[in-house]
């Protein structure tokens, strides 16, 4: 079954370091590939995404992240933290062949940011 | 536009009982997906309602049923509580078309069930 794997669950960061979030996924085929984030009482929201194309791909708030389709990874990357990133991270997977509505998410990371 | 609403934001109940969430997509999303989450199990999807057929569906018992009306709403209903039904239910749209979409949650139902 598919699955995503998240390897870090809790980090904690200093404002300004710069931050790396793993995440794999177990899907040979054409995916979809989506971060999320989930701020402390607020709900779900995209962090950016990968269809196709180039692999490097920017979302909001000087989020990025990478798909390397030899290693099954889409890891997130931000050079420089803030405070206000403090919140949970979660990767999310989706088979990109046909019509699905179906996202397999990884367990997720909370991200503490210490000012 | 308006996004996701889902309505209450909060419920209780008693184990055997069972409830009714409720979900409003984005105006012209025409898929709603169901998602639940938990502490122990992170996000797990439920299924997924298109023009008012289920498109997809998740490892969940029977007692998770949902429907769609013609309007798109989507309502959502477990039946029999149990104590591990608890969670944050999450509902999510898009407009359904081919790959290539993205879902934009909902502030989701906290289900506490006693």
């Known amino acids: 079954a598919q699955s995503v794997s998240q390897h870090n669950h809790h980090v904690i960061l200093s404002e300004a370091a710069s931050l790396e979030l793993g995440c794999n996924y177990s899907?040979?085929?054409?995916?979809?590939l989506f971060w999320y984030v989930q701020y402390p009482g607020q709900h779900l929201q995209l962090l950016l995404k990968?269809?196709?194309?180039?692999?490097l791909v920017k979302g909001i708030k000087g989020f990025e992240a990478e798909f390397i389709k030899s290693k099954f990874s889409f890891n997130l990357r931000k050079p420089s933290v803030q405070w206000s990133d403090t919140a949970e991270y979660f990767c999310?997977?989706?088979?990109?062949?046909?019509?699905?509505?179906?996202?397999?998410f990884g367990q997720g990371t909370t991200l503490q940011v210490k000012p | 536009k308006a996004g996701v609403t889902q309505t209450p934001r909060y419920l209780i109940k008693t184990r055997g009982q069972q409830v009714t969430l409720s979900c409003s997509p984005i105006s012209g999303h025409r898929s709603v997906s169901w998602y639940q989450q938990t502490p122990g199990q992170g996000l797990q999807f439920l299924f997924e309602?298109?023009?008012?057929?289920?498109?997809n569906k998740g490892n969940f018992p029977g007692r998770f049923s949902g429907r769609q009306f013609s309007n798109s709403r989507s309502e959502m209903n477990v039946s029999t509580l149990e104590l591990g039904d608890s969670a944050l239910y999450l509902c999510?749209?898009?407009?359904?078309?081919?790959?290539?979409?993205?879902?934009?949650f909902g502030p989701g139902t906290r289900l506490l069930v006693l």
């Open positions: 999310a997977v989706r088979e990109g062949s046909g019509n699905t509505g179906k996202l397999i």
């Open positions: 999510a749209s898009s407009a359904g078309l081919a790959g290539g979409e993205t879902q934009y």
């Open positions: 990968y269809f196709s194309g180039d692999p």
């Open positions: 309602y298109f023009s008012e057929t289920q498109r």
């Open positions: 899907y040979g085929g054409t995916v979809n």
